[in-house]
């Protein structure tokens, strides 16, 4: 086991050391500079020079790359240029909201695929199978954009039900209700994909798990349908979405990015796209480092669950 974890724990330094290594060249590499949005500095060659000195980016690349990794390692990612704060700060007041987001949307969508993927596939080819995957191909299809458009068209301006944008009502105090209701929206953009492709997998992985020998034993055997369901079939079928789960979070945490500026969600999605737009540089490599670290250590996580829990897994 202390082999397999210390194999897994050197692939994720490697992995997150090739991130920052691509985030860094890319950002180097993106037309323009900063300072052109600065019409103070646009058209002064010693006041640029000045600030590029104090950023250190009148260094060598390398240099500049190593020095940028060591104060991450410190936990210093640097000064946003728009701000003029520091990048950790920044983040640390929109990670929790984003957290929010898409830990709320995955527990729901595992709750909703669950149950729907192994009712699909116990009607394999009848008229719910054939209406769930139907279902579940509009959802993966749907652009979240658009569906977020539309609920907040219907709900929001048509039916005036649920809030369209925020994370609260501005000027009232804290009220669960109030969060809740600004949460409905953006929590079901972010589900309708998710659900779609767990649900899919469930009803893979259940209709193969069925058809092995052991099932139809217990069945022959005069088993109930809820005895064989919950002791045998979901616990080898559902094991899978584990890995499954985890490699669906790089694609979680970029839908919560677009679903954030649709409704204006306090999160580091609307963070990311402002700072893109201003060339904040330091904030948009902060943003690129922080979520392959939590992807990895995810994955990472993902990996030792399931080996701890399916037996047949080995550590090797």
Known sequence: MYSFFSRRIFQAIIVLIGVSLLTFVMMNLAPGDPYHLDPELRFNPEAVAKWKELRQLDQPLHVQYFSWLRNILKGDFGISLVHNKPVWDLMMERLPATLLLTGTSLLISLFISIPLGVFSAFRKGGFWDQFISSLTLGGVSMPGFWLGMLLILFFSYHFKWL?????RTVGMGFSLLDYLRHLILPVMVLSVASSAYFIRYVRAGV????QQDYIITAWAKGLGDMTILFRHILKNAILPLITVVSL????????????EYVFSWPGMGRWIVSATMSRDYPSIMAVNVVVAILVTFFNLAADLL???????IKYR
């Open 248 to 259: 669906h979070l790089p694609y979680l945490f970029t839908g919560a990015m677009l679903t």
């Open 306 to 312: 399931y080996a701890y829990l399916d037996p047949r």
């Open 163 to 167: 809030p369209a944008a925020g994370m």
């Open 207 to 210: 209709g193969e798990v069925i």
